[in-house]
């Protein structure tokens, strides 16, 4: 019903930038918060950034907080990620997460219902 497409990813060189988009197709939600996590070889998916349905309040993990900035475009159906400063640490697959059910979420997994495939991100240095 409700697909989700990451894009943008690459490599990039540390303290360069990228940026990520989430395009949504599909049925749609009057309230749905949108978020992005990230998951490296060997470790758990992370949360990253969370955005709500309006777009006036997010959230970021402390270790991306001061250089990415989540936002949406709903006329679009698009979300998107803005990473800049990047770090070797930055380095995994991020996904895109949407939820059905409420139009603010926070950090939790299970505040989301659908996912994307994954865009992989790889800084370098």
């Known amino acids: 019903q409700v697909q989700l497409v990451e894009s943008g990813g690459g490599l990039v060189q540390a303290g360069g930038s990228v940026r990520l988009s989430c395009a949504a197709s599909?049925?749609?939600?009057?309230?749905?918060?949108m978020g992005w996590f990230r998951q490296a070889p060997g470790k758990e998916r992370e949360f990253v950034a969370t955005?709500?349905?309006?777009?006036?309040?997010?959230h970021y993990a402390d270790s991306v907080k001061g250089r990415f900035t989540i936002s949406r475009e709903n006329a679009k159906n698009t979300m998107y990620l803005q990473m800049n400063s990047l770090k070797s640490e930055d380095t995994a697959v991020y996904y895109c997460?949407?939820?059905?059910?409420?139009?603010?979420?926070?950090?939790?997994?299970?505040?989301?219902?659908?996912w994307g495939q994954g865009t992989q991100v790889t800084v370098s240095s």
């Open positions: 599909g049925r749609t939600f009057r309230s749905s918060a």
């Open positions: 997460a949407a939820s059905s059910t409420t139009s603010v979420a926070g950090p939790g997994r299970y505040e989301y219902d659908y």
């Open positions: 955005i709500s349905w309006s777009g006036g309040t997010t």
